[in-house]
């Protein structure tokens, strides 16, 4: 390992004053994309619980009409539902739950009893069954007038569109972050060449091929850009921690905390070494070429 | 061994400073190159080096055409050839043993073969006691044995030396090219370039006499008795 990420021995890159500053650099950018991947990956599993969430749980609505028997409507729909296949539970809400999920909106004290509300009935999906949530509808409206399945879907939708937007917008940031890095890398290491063109050129003379001269630049500033990345990592993880404390300690909070699942940790963790490997493979290709248009 | 056929070198787009350069140097041979300030001498060395490239003509090394050279065949070619520079080179950094050693690391020699050797040569170049002194304690005559054993260790098939002795006391300068000699009668072809007629004189090798860019062969007695500010 410190092979590959140890000093350079002839060219003293260390001691570089134009380098110094990279590391502070790198950590700012591993700060900002481990931000970045927080949001990508807390999104990506919000969307993947909406999804199983509503696709899971179903809402059947009886329209409520004074002249019907509502209740008679409610006993038939559940028993239909219950008989379809795929179906794991039906179970009708009854009127009391119903006017409790309103009192938040309207209050304690509001005559519920005289609204048209309407009669729901929970249902709940089987897993892994394919069931054709279409055609359940249509059967429940010609078998119970009124009755309608609400598959939450137009809104699911909604919500899916916006959590992939903030998605594609956290992957430009990376590309962004990425993109930012390499260049701040280049003019690092064509500073690194003016500064050591002597040297460079004693190495040469005396016989080092290109690929001795490039393994001392890429590994020195893939040992920079590593011990850089480090510290922003850190930083970000604690700034995580805090913000879902923050999220944690609010009472019905609108926003979701940050919940990264096992991919998004690995991904966290694999941060510093990609960055480490983007950089020596940004410093080879850049000392290789310049060292080409050299004799 | 060295053939220049009708070579020009010009650096980017500025004027020939070398023009027509043709000679042939023979393996084993011990050649003087001089001439005055300015005449081309560095360049020619750049040249013979595989520093440079020439902007025309035909430079044969070790038989094979540098310009058809690919370049991943340079450094092959280089570690044939050794320079001693004008103002050493030497890495500050590292120490006379470590500077000596470079080219057998290089070139991917083993940690005990490179060690042994290298104490024996900094022992004949007069240096034994100094293995572990850096450059920046060294006297100017002592970097320069430092970087001619530099130059020598891969046992180069062409030695380069560019004012070897202009930074040494006569006494100095006449040891030090008594080891030219020594390396030339072991069958290491020397170019040694120097603006010390007296010395050239002394030693009665061929010389490669430049000015304006253009290249003569003189005898010793056809060479100038000093060379003038104004050159030649």
Known sequence: MMQIIGKSAELQLEKDVSTRYLPVVIAAMIFLAALAIGGLFSLSNAISDWSATLTGNLTVEIAFDPTADLDKKVTDAVELLSK??????ARA????????????????????????????IEVIID?????????????????????????HRPWLDKMVLLGR??????????????AVTVIIVIFAVRTGLIMHAEVIQVLHLIGARDQYIAEQFQNYFARLSFLGALPGLIVAIIVMFIFNFLVGSLEASMLPPLSLGVEGIIALLLLPLMVALLT????RRVVLGSLERMM | MVRFEN?????????????????????????????????????????????HRPSRGLITLFNKEVSSLARDDLPAMRRKIGVVFQDFRLLDHLSALENVALPLKIAGAKNSQIYQHVAELLEWVGLGRQVDAKPPTLSGGEKQRVAIARAVINRPQLLIADEPTGSMDAEMGLRLMYLFQELNKIGTTVVVATHDLGLIKRFGNPVMFLKDGMLTTRKQDELPSQFSRDGG
């Open chain 1, 84 to 89: 379809t296949p795929g179906v794991a539970a």
């Open chain 1, 93 to 120: 809400i009854e009127q009391e739950e119903t006017l409790k999920l309103l009192e938040p909106f309207l209050g304690r004290n509001a005559a519920l009893g005289d609204l048209p509300i309407p009669r729901l």
């Open chain 1, 127 to 151: 897993e892994d069954s394919a069931i054709d949530l279409a055609a359940l509808n249509e059967k429940l409206g010609e078998a119970v007038a009124g009755a309608r399945l609400d598959i």
């Open chain 1, 165 to 178: 937007s903030v998605q594609i917008l956290a992957a430009a940031i990376m590309l962004l972050i990425g």
């Open chain 1, 280 to 283: 020596r493979f940004t410093v």
């Open chain 2, 7 to 51: 070579v020009g070198m010009r650096y980017g787009l500025g004027p020939e400073v070398l023009r027509d350069i043709s000679f042939h140097l023979q393996p084993g041979s011990f050649h003087f190159l001089t001439g005055p300030t300015g005449a081309g001498k560095s360049s020619l060395l750049k040249l013979l080096a595989l520093s």
